[in-house]
């Protein structure tokens, strides 16, 4: 019932140059060896957002930004806004992503901000949460995600909350290699759901996407997108090179 994803936070990396070679070549091994119906997202550097919307017209293949600002306009040097996101074709904006929440000191209550100027612009947000491995190790896990959860986007409305996607993502399993079990995921999704189910009732609960994020790999993907409350991943340095990105893709189309 929920549609699978498969979405490729490139961070900090890639030229435009290599940005437009490794989109297009996503593009067409898509077009070629893929036809479920699967959710496909690049997340390109700011840069290369209006570039890339152009060469994957005509494709499956959505466009994702990798942060906005919490303010409408104005006086923010630097920044970029949800509203200048979709003027490029932005479909999707990752939201308390943990490497802003850690470097920029991004708050629950800054990103309830940036989610409300997400939705105000018809965009889609991809809120990421995620314990750290100091906070697992005291048992603090469940406590910590409800807390980003409640914060960050219990203030939405039954149908407002229909137009987010979660992603978890647990800060020690990110860049690390060192995964999380198919176990320790499906408990924490389960977990999320439920969540989201006392909140928003069970019928919106089930119909909203959970990803996963966090060292998933080729050879791993298939035992965590098999998981029952698992809706998708959320890649990293896997989305860097195409043939590793439409492996994982491939595990569930
Ligand atoms: P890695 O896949 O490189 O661990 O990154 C995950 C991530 O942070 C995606 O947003």
Redesign the pocket.
């Known amino acids: 019932m929920r549609k699978p994803i498969i979405a490729g936070?490139w961070?900090m990396n890639l030229s435009l140059e290599h940005g437009f070679g490794l989109a297009s070549e996503i593009k067409w091994m898509v077009s070629d060896e893929v036809s479920s119906p699967i959710e496909i997202i690049l997340i390109p550097p700011f840069t290369h957002l209006a570039g890339i919307q152009s060469l994957l017209k005509g494709s499956v293949v959505k466009l994702g930004a990798q942060n906005c600002h919490h303010e409408k306009s104005g006086a923010y040097t630097g920044e970029i806004s949800a509203e200048i996101l979709k003027s490029v074709g932005v479909t999707y904006v990752?939201v308390g992503?943990?490497?802003r929440r850690i470097y920029q000191n991004e708050s629950n209550a800054l990103l309830a901000k940036k989610i409300d100027r997400v939705l105000e612009n018809g965009l889609k947000p991809i809120y990421?949460f995620g314990e750290t491995l100091e906070q697992r190790e005291a048992g603090n896990e469940f406590e910590i995600n409800l807390m980003q959860i409640q914060e960050g986007l219990f203030h939405l409305t039954n149908l407002q909350i229909q137009n987010v996607i979660l992603?978890y993502?647990p800060v020690w399993?990110?860049?690390?290699g060192q995964t999380a079990t198919a176990q320790q995921c499906q408990a924490m999704h389960k977990f999320v759901r439920n969540a989201l189910s006392d909140k928003y009732g069970e019928e919106i609960s089930n119909s909203i996407s959970i990803l996963y994020?966090?060292?998933?790999k080729p050879n791993n993907a298939n035992e965590l997108l098999s998981c029952e409350d698992i809706d998708g991943g959320?890649?990293?340095?896997?989305?860097l090179e195409s043939r590793a990105f439409l492996e994982i893709i491939k595990t569930i189309g």
């Open positions: 936070n961070k990752l992503h943990s490497e990421c992603a993502e399993a990110i860049g690390t994020g966090g060292s998933m959320l890649i990293g340095g896997a989305s």
